[in-house]
């Protein structure tokens, strides 16, 4: 994991060109580049020393030393004055109107679930917050715990299969799967169906995850739960949406 010395220096690094894209071009794509290389950083990152056996990830580690260290310097500040938008980006979030978090199916049929429109059963400091994107995002912290419930009458008549994928954003590598089960609402607990869904490393971007099939009654008279939890406690998560895809 990344010990204090790293922490402390991606944040003064970051502190220092005031610009997540700056930071991204100058520093993460160094960490890209160990990561293609399948570099083991983990004395990099726990002791914030370079190590000649990762290159990439010590060049990343040197990148964000020399950013830190310009704090009192000029160096960096042409770069900010021309490309800041945090006060842009707060704006649009502070002034975004609340939508309907509800699950609702869209044109093709798919079952989209907004993370505002989820439960945090058990919180451990997770929070439901106001996104860039819109609407609103999770933010899964430790081994929190999240439902939501779909209504049969969502699902497409005669379709029981379904892909359920979640579109997310990552900061780390290694994060371990959630687990996924899936019931009748009021149906005992030993009624579940468990599955678990890979969470993928997007460096910090928005992407989906691997599709992981489910199986859904439309005929059910009760809404369908879902529940999902990390089996230990890992970094954070950002969850945007949970779809439901119907495989013919």
């Not at 056996?53 to 260290?69: Q, T």
């Not at 309907?100 to 997770?126: C, H, R, W």
Request: hydrophobic share 35%; charged share 25%.
């Amino acid at each position: 994991g990344q010990g204090g010395l790293d922490f402390l220096l991606d944040t003064e690094a970051r502190n220092v060109l005031c610009d997540d894209t700056r930071f991204m071009q100058l520093v993460m794509r160094l960490e890209w580049l160990a990561v293609v290389h399948e570099e083991d950083d983990k004395s990099v990152r726990s002791s914030a020393l370079p190590d000649k056996d990762a290159l990439w990830s010590a060049l990343g580690l040197m990148k964000k030393k020399i950013i830190a260290a310009a704090a009192e310097s000029n160096e960096y500040q042409p770069q900010f004055e021309q490309s800041s938008n945090y006060n842009k980006i707060q704006e649009m979030i502070d002034n975004e109107e609340e939508c309907d978090n509800a699950p609702f199916k869209n044109d093709d049929g798919e079952v989209i679930i907004p993370a505002g429109g989820v439960d945090l059963v058990v919180s451990k400091k997770s929070s439901i917050n106001k996104s860039f994107l819109g609407g609103r995002q999770l933010l899964l912290m430790h081994d929190a715990t999240f439902q939501f419930s779909v209504s049969p009458d969502l699902l497409s008549e005669g379709i029981s299969v379904y892909e359920m994928t979640i579109y997310l954003n990552t900061a780390h590598r290694n994060e371990d799967p959630l687990i996924l089960t899936i019931r009748p609402e009021g149906e005992p607990s030993d009624s579940d169906v468990e599955a678990e869904v890979e969470i993928p490393y997007t460096m910090c971007m928005w992407e989906q995850t691997g599709p992981v099939p489910v199986e859904l009654d439309p005929s059910s008279e009760n809404d369908i739960v879902f529940s999902l939890h990390r089996k230990r406690t890992k970094f954070g998560i950002a969850i945007k949406e949970i779809k439901l895809t119907p495989i013919e």
